[in-house]
T-cell receptor, first 115, second 111 residues
């Protein structure tokens, strides 16, 4: 049973370009979460999605950032017109719909570097 | 809002016990968690505790929860060099769909 998959593992972009980060949840998991980890800091919640629905995006910056989790395929976190401050590790987590313990299983992360 | 605090750094000798502490502010949290992050890797769930429990033991790991003081600790017995990592405590919100993490405690185990 494969864990949460994220790709790419490392992504380098120049200022102004777009970054697309992909996340495939664990098999059987229908809930996806995105977190951002700035250097030397803890993880900060960004968004929580279920299939075709954004449930909670209270941690997402209002501009340039968007997320989706289509019916088919991985969840995508999209950052338009990247700036140096977007450089961070972006982690995706997933959980089954019925997890009463709120456990989230994390992927290995995508490390974004903006030049 | 929620806030989770941890000390930044802990150094112990191999074979000693490690105790990593965490304080949180959201008294409505149902579950509290400990995650381990090795360099360049994602987070691995180590253990969790339900908020109506005081203690949970899982092999070398002991979690203590003082709900009155909103204090959580993780004790690692017989610490090994392979335990060197960053340890994050986290609390879930009431709906259980958002984790709030502390800043992480870097554990260094000296041989």
């Amino acid at each position: 049973n494969a864990g949460v998959m994220q790709n790419p593992r490392h992504l380098v972009r120049r200022r102004g370009q777009e970054a697309r980060l992909r996340c495939s949840p664990m098999k059987g998991h229908s809930h996806v979460y995105w977190y951002r980890q700035l250097p030397e800091e803890g993880l900060k919640f960004m968004v929580y999605l279920q299939k075709e629905n954004i449930i909670d995006e209270s941690g997402m910056p209002k501009e340039r950032f968007s997320a989706e989790f289509p019916k088919e395929g991985p969840s995508i976190l999209r950052i338009q017109q990247v700036v140096r401050g977007d450089s961070a590790a972006y982690f995706c987590a997933s959980s089954p719909a019925t997890s009463g313990r709120g456990e989230q299983f994390f992927g290995p992360g995508t490390r974004l570097t903006v030049l | 809002g929620e806030d989770v605090e941890q000390s930044l750094f802990l150094s112990v000798r191999e074979g000693d016990s490690s105790v990593i502490n965490c304080t949180y502010t959201d008294s409505s949290s149902t579950y509290l968690y400990w995650y381990k992050q090795e360099p360049g890797a994602g987070l691995q769930l180590l253990t969790y505790i339900f908020s109506n429990m005081d203690m949970k033991q899982d092999q070398r790991l002991t979690v203590l929860l003082n709900k009155k003081d909103k204090h959580l600790s993780l004790r690692i017995a017989d610490t090994q060099t392979g335990d060197s990592a960053i340890y994050f405590c986290a609390e879930s919100n009431n709906a259980g769909n958002m984790l709030t993490f502390g800043g992480g405690t870097r554990l260094m185990v000296k041989p």
